[in-house]
């Protein structure tokens, strides 16, 4: 799994970060955040992007301290071998599940959007199979392939949504701080799920080369993530308004279709937006998919891995399926950020750093009286 050969740079960290982070939460997230922040919405996004930024650095900081190693060997450095197996097997059950509810997302939206008479268990289906290609030919490929897709996916939407900048209303984010401070609390970890995949660097550390740019290449991918959020979250809530955000889906779809093109004979500007698009979502997929397959090889010290993306596609196919419809997907997705990704993503690196640098401590002062 991890060859001399598959090695990736902090450049193409920067473009796998940022497609990991991007994929669906941001179609979801003005809505999410008129929700539970009303006219706050922009101040609680900027609030949940610093705390982000600093959970980053900490996790950065864990990779750092262990390079060429997964979440696995720094568990088992720090702490003892069946420990890090059995964090290893958590983190395994963790990027399934988020493997399975991307999956299902994508099919929800390719459904809606692109393929109304096709079945979902079909889309699904034909989905993974095209991941698997991908992931078993390594991480160099799915490195090469983010690089590509993430300005054909950012770009055009960029451009297309900057034209309703005429019919943006901005008074939608009054009054200012309208919304009780408990509130705006309560409301960061939805903010969370829209950064959940920065995670992977804890299972991609092993391959990255030039370690010492990781903490660059993190900060990097934040910011450039934490901007696009909010101009998206600003020019969708701005255009229909707090009420009307509350009672959609996918507003930045629904922003996308509003958008009328001069001078074009494209009359349904969102299905070639959804098309680009939709290559986000797929890399998210499959690097998820990818850190599934790393992390259950390391555990039975397998040196072969392409069997192991396909004994795991029937889980993914299962797991995807057990949402019943599109509003449960976003229940699911909620509590997942609300549990799981704080326990993940946020307690066990930082407990993991803490251990560390006790360690480290009481090694030096044992040394010391020595």
């Known amino acids: 799994m991890d060859r001399n050969n598959d090695k990736i740079m902090s450049n193409q960290l920067f473009s796998i970060l940022v497609m990991d982070m991007i994929g669906v939460g941001i179609l979801?997230?003005?809505?999410?955040?008129a929700q539970s922040a009303g006219p706050d919405s922009l101040i609680v996004l900027v609030m949940g992007s610093i705390l982000f930024l600093i959970q980053v650095l900490i996790i950065q900081r864990l990779v750092t301290k262990f390079p060429k190693k997964t979440i696995i060997e720094i568990t088992k450095t720090i702490l003892f071998k069946p420990m890090g197996i059995l964090i290893g097997?958590?983190?395994?059950?963790?990027?399934?599940?988020?493997?399975?509810?991307?999956?299902?997302?994508?099919?929800?939206?390719?459904?809606n959007f692109l393929l109304p008479k096709t079945p979902i268990e079909i889309i699904i289906i034909t989905f993974l199979l095209t991941s698997i290609y991908l992931v078993r030919s390594g991480i160099e490929s799915i490195a090469r392939l983010a690089v590509i897709a993430l300005p054909l996916s950012v770009i055009p939407s960029i451009i297309v949504i900057?034209?309703?900048?005429p019919d943006l209303d901005f008074t939608a984010f009054l009054p200012v701080l309208h919304t009780p401070l408990p509130n705006l609390i309560k409301a960061l970890p939805k903010v969370f799920f829209s950064y959940i995949g920065f995670e992977v660097?804890?299972?991609l550390g092993i391959f990255i080369k030039d370690t010492k740019n990781i903490r660059k290449a993190s900060i990097k991918s934040i910011g450039f993530i934490s901007i696009i959020y909010f101009i998206f979250t600003a020019m969708t809530i701005a255009r229909f308004g707090i009420a009307e955000n509350k009672?959609?889906?996918?507003?930045?779809?629904?922003?996308?279709?509003?958008v009328n093109l001069p001078g074009t004979l494209l009359e349904n500007v969102e299905v070639v937006i959804m098309g680009t698009w939709l290559l986000s979502i797929f890399m998210t997929v499959a690097i998820a998919y990818f850190g599934c397959v790393l992390l259950l090889s390391r555990?039975?010290?397998?040196?072969?891995?392409?069997?192991?993306?396909?004994?795991?596609?029937?889980?993914?196919?299962?797991l995807s399926l057990i949402p019943e419809n599109v509003a449960q997907v976003y229940d699911y997705m909620d509590i997942f950020a609300k549990y799981l990704t704080t326990i993940f993503a946020v307690i066990i690196p930082i407990?993991?750093?803490?251990i560390s640098l006790f360690i480290r401590g009481s090694k030096k002062g044992m040394k010391k009286n020595v």
């Open 28 to 33: 979801s997230l003005p809505s999410t955040l």
């Open 89 to 111: 097997f958590l983190y395994l059950i963790y990027f399934l599940l988020i493997t399975s509810l991307e999956v299902r997302a994508f099919g929800e939206i390719t459904k």
């Open 162 to 165: 900057m034209l309703a900048i």
């Open 201 to 203: 660097i804890l299972v």
């Open 247 to 258: 009672n959609l889906i996918w507003p930045v779809v629904t922003l996308f279709k509003s």
């Open 299 to 318: 555990i039975l010290k397998s040196k072969e891995h392409n069997y192991l993306s396909i004994i795991l596609l029937p889980m993914i196919y299962v």
């Open 351 to 354: 407990l993991l750093l803490l």
